[in-house]
């Protein structure tokens, strides 16, 4: 019997929708005002702390699809936390020390900038496991809210880090801090109706689940790193300026797969088109 609330409304589709482009909108304020506040030469640093941030979560982007489907199917919230706290920490650790080892080429300060990046990675993980709880669940007027404060957060956080003045890696420390306390909101919705169960999660399907969408993924964004490496910081910070349009071309249309994701996992919603699957 499918569960209560899983045809999910158009209104709550338009909730993603406006949630996921208030959010983009948001991170976009931040980024405009951090060019014009820090100048492009620290901009471009800031910009590759981020960039390096966003292919380190690239295991929470896949922890979020897989919780998606296994919610879908059934499973709960709890018996996500030990993945999702293992793979948080190991994450982390390891954005620490790619930051620390690249931060020469990055022409970032190394200690500050290593930390900033690793503790940014870990809400950023949490946050995705509980967006992937209220996906999978159809809970998408709660998802396109918790989208809709993770925008909000990152650019509070971010504009703190701003006033602060202390550079850019303490920019990533607000918009860790900002992300840290959305988290917080998110599983407090995920965990609200999650029912009790037995159900084991394990790394391997979400490992499964990285190495095919991570290529793709760092190849999206290393053109910024990129830029910080071969040109001069003054240029690397006019094209990571230049490099928000394209961002907002590239992932404006997310929403439709956050509404949707849910539905294509249940096979008995999923109804053949155009003679496919072929009849046996």
Do not use: K
Request: net charge positive; glycine share 10%; charged share 10%.
């Amino acid at each position: 019997m499918p569960r209560s609330g899983r045809r999910s409304p158009r209104a709550a589709e338009a909730a993603v929708a406006a949630g996921t482009l208030a959010s983009q909108g948001s991170v976009y304020v931040l980024n405009i005002v951090a060019t014009r506040t820090l100048g492009p030469p620290a901009y471009g640093e800031l910009a590759s702390l981020l960039t390096l941030t966003v292919i380190m979560s690239i295991p929470a982007m896949a922890l979020q699809s897989w919780t998606a489907r296994t919610t879908a199917l059934e499973a709960d919230a709890r018996s996500l936390l030990p993945t999702t706290l293992g793979l948080s920490i190991l994450s982390s650790v390891a954005t620490f020390g790619l930051v620390l080892a690249a931060a020469p080429l990055l022409d970032t300060d190394a200690l500050p900038g290593a930390a900033s990046a690793a503790l940014l990675v870990l809400p950023l993980v949490w946050l995705s496991t509980a967006q992937g709880l209220l996906q999978g669940s159809e809970r998408l007027v709660a998802l396109g809210t918790v989208i809709l404060l993770s925008g909000v957060g990152r650019l509070a956080g971010g504009l703190a880090g701003l006033a602060l003045d202390l550079g850019p890696w303490a920019v990533v420390w607000g918009i860790g801090v900002g992300t840290l306390i959305v988290a917080g909101v998110a599983w407090g919705a995920a965990l609200s109706q999650a029912p009790a169960s037995r159900h084991r999660a394990s790394y391997w399907p979400v490992l499964r689940i990285a190495l095919a969408t991570g290529a793709m993924w760092t190849l999206a964004n290393i053109d910024v790193l990129l830029a910080r490496v071969t040109l001069d910081p003054h240029g690397s910070g006019w094209y990571a300026a230049g490099a928000l349009v394209t961002r907002a071309v590239q992932f404006a249309p997310q929403f439709v797969v956050l509404s949707a994701f849910a539905s294509l996992t249940d096979a008995a919603r999923s109804s053949p088109c155009c003679g496919w699957p072929p009849s046996r």
